[in-house]
């Protein structure tokens, strides 16, 4: 029996580092698994031809990855839809987010080999463009917007990763039967030493005592509030400093540790010069190896997004914060899926933007008030253990499944009605 096949489109893909890459990865090797024929198209900074160790078929185009601006994304556009010409014929295409209008791509890649197509939706654009402050043409924008909206509605499915993603497209014309809400996940390597709900908290608090003083290059006792992650645009920083500024003088066992990069990091080196702040340290991205013992040496997690930005962003940080067991402040909108988590697993907190004082008040009630911290972490634990990334898999899988069906049933309806006509 032939195996079915998916192409998957993405702009990155491990080794090359970044959130939709590693998740690909995850889900490409499940699709594998599962008995699927699976090739990945993307962009390195050499071209390459390979099988990955997960017996994912890898077609990498060549790109200078270093460059981030529109004209570098068109060009990276541009050369991974020549690439799939040359590609052999899938069942499915499944294209993602990055660069952005790969929905497009995916759609016109899908026609050219007559194959289902499903967009798997990270981000929403051109809407976010506001948002990360990227300043277009009405005429542009119009015309983006109109060949996204073609390309969601010729889609068999559009998986959005949170709920408050699915009724902005809902409201942008999307027909509600087209989507599917499948949540992202955490990384799988954090499932090496997973926290089980029913541990005792207090063995788990602090997490790894010799990896933080390496990493901290310091033995004093700190509650540390962590942030890991990318800190762009869509992230604002201003909330936290205004809470890092009024717990600075009277908590000196408060830090605020950033780990990870965007344009967010750099703004927040001045600020902290500025305004003399002792109580923020910036690291930059960690070894995946370690990655448990990083996120665990964060007492409490960090999440920011723009009030702007819900339905078009979902932070998979905060389920990185789960998987480890932290109690998680979201600074952001009330209806987010991420808020919508929080409040219902009792995870953590949610502050609006702009609410510093009230987030230095959660910060210190974290702080002061153990029983809190306990009723949090076990939340996540728990919580955690219903979010495990196979759950999201098999509902991915499900879902192509029935795509692949569909398209193989109007094959023989078609068929059928030639042969009847001759």
């Known amino acids: 029996m032939q195996k079915p096949s998916i192409l998957f489109i993405n702009r990155v893909y491990p080794p090359v580092h ?7 990865r995850d889900l490409a090797g499940a699709f594998v698994r599962d008995g699927w024929h699976v090739t990945v198209l993307t962009a390195g900074d050499n071209a390459a ?15 200078n990855m270093a460059q981030k601006n529109a004209l570098a994304y068109m060009l ?4 991974l839809f020549f690439a799939a010409l040359f590609l052999k014929k899938h069942q499915l295409v499944v294209s993602k987010t990055d660069p952005p209008m790969l929905a497009y791509l995916g759609h016109l890649i ?19 463009f506001p948002v990360l402050r990227v300043r277009l043409p ?33 409201n942008n014309k999307v027909p509600a039967r087209k989507i599917s809400v499948i949540p992202n996940w955490h990384n799988p390597s954090l499932d090496t030493r997973a926290i089980k709900a029913s541990q005792d908290a207090a063995s788990v ?3 790894n005592t010799e990896f933080k003083k390496t990493l901290f290059n310091d033995d004093a006792p700190k509650f540390r509030v962590l942030y890991a992650g990318n800190l762009g645009w869509a992230h604002p920083i201003q909330t936290i400093l205004g809470a890092a500024y009024y717990l600075n003088a009277d908590y000196p066992e408060i830090e605020f540790v950033f780990i990870g990069d965007g344009v967010g990091h750099e703004r927040l080196a001045k600020e902290r010069a500025r305004l003399n702040l002792n109580n923020i340290r910036l690291l930059p991205y960690q070894p995946e190896e370690n990655l448990r013992d990083v996120l665990e040496s964060g007492d409490i997690h960090l999440v920011s997004l723009r009030e702007n930005a819900c339905g078009l962003v979902v932070p998979c940080k905060a389920y990185s914060a789960m998987a480890v067991a932290r109690p998680l402040i979201f600074l952001g909108p009330e209806n987010s899926e991420i808020a919508r988590l929080i409040h219902d697993f009792k995870t953590g907190e949610v502050v609006p933007q702009g609410q510093a004082r009230q987030l230095a008040k959660a910060i210190r009630h974290y702080r002061q008030n153990g029983e809190a911290w306990y009723s949090a972490h076990n939340a996540a634990a728990k919580t955690a253990l219903h979010m495990r990334p196979e759950e999201s898999y098999n509902a991915w899988l499900e879902r192509a499944r029935e795509v692949v069906g569909d398209q193989f049933s109007a094959q023989n309806v078609y068929k059928k009605k030639a042969r009847a006509a001759e």
């Open 76 to 79: 990276v556009w541009v050369k």
């Open 110 to 128: 899908a026609g050219k080999m007559g194959a289902s197509h499903i967009h798997w939706c990270q981000d929403v654009y051109p809407d976010l």
């Open 49 to 63: 031809k390979f099988q990955d160790a997960q017996g994912v078929n890898v077609h990498c185009v060549r790109v």
């Open 138 to 170: 009405r005429f542009a924008y119009n015309l983006m917007k109109k060949l996204q909206l073609k390309a969601l509605l010729d889609c068999e499915r559009v998986v959005v990763i949170g709920r408050c993603m699915a009724r902005h497209l809902i």
């Open 205 to 207: 608090f602090g997490g």
């Open 18 to 24: 970044g959130a939709t890459g590693r998740m690909l």
